[in-house]
């Protein structure tokens, strides 16, 4: 299990991620691990739009789940997941997928 987050069972969406430890406003937690996609590759869940094109996450924060009022950022500059507010231990992490999810919870 990573320190700083880990994977578990989840009530938004099957399997999320979880803070391993307590983070304050702006820690990072840790970074995407991602692959650049081929043009013509069906996107998944597990990818996201970096620069100008599609990536596949490779990591667990592939497990990210949305929420509308996330309490994480990810960073297209260098991938890096941070917290928008303190988040306790055992939190899971949730971030903001774009415009096409504000339909969801």
């Known amino acids: 299990m990573n320190p700083r987050y880990y994977v578990a069972s989840s009530d938004v969406h099957g399997t999320g991620v979880f803070a391993g430890r307590r983070f304050k406003k702006g820690d990072l937690i ?3 691990e ?3 996609l081929a043009w013509g590759v069906d996107e ?3 990818d996201i739009w970096i620069g100008d094109r599609w990536h596949r996450i490779g990591n667990l924060f ?3 789940n949305h929420s509308r009022v996330p309490n ?3 960073s297209g500059r260098d991938g890096g997941v941070r917290a928008l507010r303190g988040i306790a231990r055992g939190t899971e992490l949730r971030f903001h997928y774009g415009e096409d999810w504000e339909d969801m919870k």
């Open 62 to 64: 592939r497990y990210l």
């Open 34 to 36: 991602v692959e650049p």
């Open 44 to 46: 998944s869940i597990h």
């Open 30 to 32: 840790g970074y995407l």
């Open 72 to 74: 994480v950022e990810v």
